[in-house]
């Protein structure tokens, strides 16, 4: 099996180099769209590349041949469907397709970043698995419901059943914002946690979806100082294109915790403590009192 698969691949390779990068473009497409969303129709090719009819129809034949087993057009709603069977014809690098779908992603292309003698990007944890962020994904796009195995520092491995809205990068890493059914609340959980995920078929309930995420809809703005125990505080105005000493941020509640981690900012209350790390002093301490997760933040109380 593992050389038919190897043979498979080899072949696929081989008709792939033989492709225009054009048409190697609007295949990735195909075949990021039937991954991460589970569907695409001739239109969506069409609009995104603007080809005519005729071409996106040859472009679905070429990528039926590359994997046959991979999509399934259903006349009904005249769309593409990835199948059960789906195997990735392009390789797409986690780290790359997470950062460009949150920027709206473009071409479907993902090819990992080559490094840089010169220039240096910290260390990261591991990047989440490309299967399970697609499986979420999809669940996303396609408002459905997930049944999962999630690995929690308190709990253990236990299988949930979440309604995920979004994922964010919180500055240290990838998470999903999704309702808890068994904690009937809305919850952060980390992307690397997950074991496995299946869709659970049928509409979520409306209580599930994004706009009763009060923590998500709520937006905040924390005002930033330099902290006062630093005496150049010039060099962290600079650091931050502050204006008048000062730099405000509207943020979503869910996540203004986690910035404030990220960036180090001292959150108690006359920040007389001198937190070890923190350039930064939450100016408005008063929003502290809107941030459910606020414990994250340094100082707070």
Not at 260 to 271: K, P, T
Request: charged share 20%; glycine share 4%; net charge positive.
């Amino acid at each position: 099996m593992e050389y038919q698969n190897n043979l498979n691949e080899l072949q696929i390779e081989k008709k792939l180099a033989g492709l225009t990068h054009a048409q190697s473009d609007r295949l990735a497409f195909i075949d990021f769209s039937l991954q991460f969303f589970g569907h695409i129709a001739r239109t969506d090719l069409i609009q995104r590349f603007k080809t005519g009819l005729a071409a996106s129809t040859r472009d679905f034949s070429t990528y039926k041949e590359l994997a046959p087993h991979n999509l399934i057009l259903r006349h009904q709603t005249k769309s593409y469907h990835r199948t059960d069977a789906f195997q990735p014809v392009y390789k797409h690098d986690p780290e790359v397709i997470l950062m460009s779908l949150s920027r709206g992603f473009g071409n479907g292309i993902s090819t990992g970043v080559q490094p840089s003698e010169q220039c240096f990007d910290a260390v990261r944890l591991i990047h989440p698995n490309v299967a399970i962020i697609a499986s979420i994904m999809r669940a996303i796009h396609n408002k459905q419901g997930i049944k999962c195995g999630y690995v929690s520092v308190s709990s253990g491995e236990t299988e949930r059943a979440l309604v995920p809205h979004s994922i964010i990068n919180n500055g240290h890493r990838w998470h999903v914002r999704a309702y808890d059914r068994k904690s009937n609340s809305f919850r952060d959980f980390v992307s690397t946690r997950f074991t496995f995920v299946d869709s659970i078929q049928g509409p979520v309930h409306v209580h599930e979806a994004s706009p009763y995420d009060q923590q998500w809809q709520l937006i905040v703005n924390i005002v930033l100082v330099p902290h006062p125990k630093i005496k150049q505080s010039k060099a962290i105005e600079m650091d931050y294109n502050m204006a008048d000493g000062k730099l405000s941020i509207r943020l979503r509640a869910a996540v203004a915790a986690y910035v404030l981690r990220q960036w180090q900012v001292d959150c108690s209350a006359d920040h007389t403590d001198n937190h070890q790390g923190c350039q930064l002093a939450l100016a408005n301490p008063e929003v502290l009192e809107l941030i459910k997760n606020i414990s994250l933040a340094p100082g707070a109380v």
